[in-house]
C-alpha cells in the first residue's frame, strides 16, 4: 500500500506538468482559436534556462522566477510571429508554431547541446499520511494547484481576464468596445509561454530534459487539453493528472515502455466514452 501511495503522488506530480502544459495550449487556444505546437517548447527553453542561471551562481529560487519570465518572453515572441499580423488565419498561425517549435531546435542544442539536462530540486522527504514522498513532488502539487487557483481569479475576477474572455467570445464585439483583440493575443501567447515555463522549471528536477523533451511534454499536454476541450483549464488539470498517474501506474506495474501509449489509450478511451454520453445528457436535460 504505501508503494502504491508513492506511485500514486508521483503521477500526480507528473500529470500536474502535463496539466500546465496543457493549460497554455488551452489559455491561447480560447482566445484566438489557434493551437499552440510551440507550448511545448516554452518549458524546455525554462527548464535549460533555469540550469543555466542556477550553474552561473543564482539563487534558486530567483532562477527558477527569470527562467519562468523567458518561456513567457518566448510565448510574446512567437505570438507576435504567429499572429501578429491583423487577419491571421488561425491555421496559418498553427503552422507558423510548428515551424517556431522545429527552429527552437536548432536554437535550443546551439545554445545548450544535445545532452540532457536537470535542475537539482528540493532534497529529502515529507511525511504524507505516514509515507515518505520526495518534496519535490510535493512542492510541484502544491504551486499547480495556487497557480490553476489564480488562473481562475484571473479569467474571473480582473478586467484584463475579462477582456481576454471577450477576445475569445466574439472578436468583432470586442473590436467595437475598444478592444484591442491582437494585443490580447500577445498577450494569450505570453500567458501560455508563463504557464509553460511553470511547467518546465517544475518537471526538470523530476525527469532530465533536453532540447527534445517538448515532444513528450506538448503530447501530454495536447492530451490534457483535449481533455478540456481546448476551453476549460480545470478540465485541462483534471485531464493532465488522471494521464500522470495511468502512466506511472502502468510504467510501476505493467511494461514500462508503454507508460505513455497505455496512458494515451486510457485518456482516449474516457473521452470517447464522454462525447458519447453528451448526446444522451442533452435529451435528458431537454
Known amino acids: 500500500m504505501t508503494q502504491f501511495l508513492m506511485f500514486l503522488v508521483n503521477g500526480i506530480a507528473i500529470g500536474c506538468g502535463f496539466a500546465l502544459v496543457g493549460s497554455g495550449l ?5 482566445i484566438t482559436g489557434v493551437v499552440n505546437f510551440a507550448q511545448g517548447m516554452f518549458a524546455v527553453v ?6 543555466s542561471f542556477v550553474a552561473l551562481g543564482i539563487w534558486h529560487g530567483v532562477a527558477e522566477l527569470m527562467a519562468v519570465l523567458v518561456g513567457g518572453f518566448a510565448g510574446l515572441a512567437t505570438g507576435v510571429v504567429a499572429v501578429g499580423r491583423r487577419g491571421t488565419q488561425p ?3 498553427l503552422l507558423v508554431t510548428l515551424a517556431v517549435g522545429f527552429l527552437a531546435y536548432a536554437i535550443e542544442v546551439l545554445v545548450w547541446g544535445d545532452q540532457p539536462r536537470s535542475l537539482p530540486g528540493l532534497d529529502g522527504r515529507a511525511a504524507l499520511l505516514g509515507v515518505p514522498v520526495q518534496r519535490q513532488y510535493l512542492l510541484v502539487i502544491a504551486v499547480t494547484a495556487v497557480v490553476f487557483v489564480l488562473l481562475w481569479l484571473f479569467f474571473a475576477r480582473t478586467y484584463l481576464g475579462k477582456a481576454l474572455t471577450a477576445c475569445a467570445s466574439n472578436p ?10 491582437t494585443r490580447m493575443a500577445f498577450i494569450a501567447f505570453a500567458l501560455g509561454g508563463v504557464l509553460g515555463g511553470v511547467a518546465g522549471v517544475l518537471v526538470a528536477p ?5 532540447f527534445d523533451s517538448d515532444v513528450s511534454l506538448i503530447v501530454g499536454g495536447f492530451a490534457a487539453a483535449i481533455f478540456g476541450g481546448l476551453t476549460r483549464p480545470m478540465m485541462a488539470l483534471a485531464g493532465g493528472v488522471l494521464l500522470g498517474i495511468t502512466e506511472v501506474m502502468i510504467r510501476a506495474y505493467g ?4 507508460g505513455t501509449v497505455g496512458a494515451l489509450v486510457f ?6 466514452w464522454q462525447s458519447a454520453r453528451r448526446p444522451t445528457l442533452h435529451k435528458e436535460a431537454v
Open 26 to 30: 488551452v489559455a491561447v487556444y480560447r
Open 46 to 51: 525554462a527548464a535549460l534556462s533555469a540550469t
Open 91 to 93: 491555421l496559418t498561425a
Open 172 to 181: 468583432y464585439a470586442a473590436r467595437v468596445v475598444g478592444i484591442d483583440v
Open 206 to 210: 523530476l525527469r532530465p530534459i533536453s
Open 255 to 258: 511494461d514500462a515502455s508503454y
Open 267 to 272: 485518456l482516449i478511451a474516457i473521452m470517447i
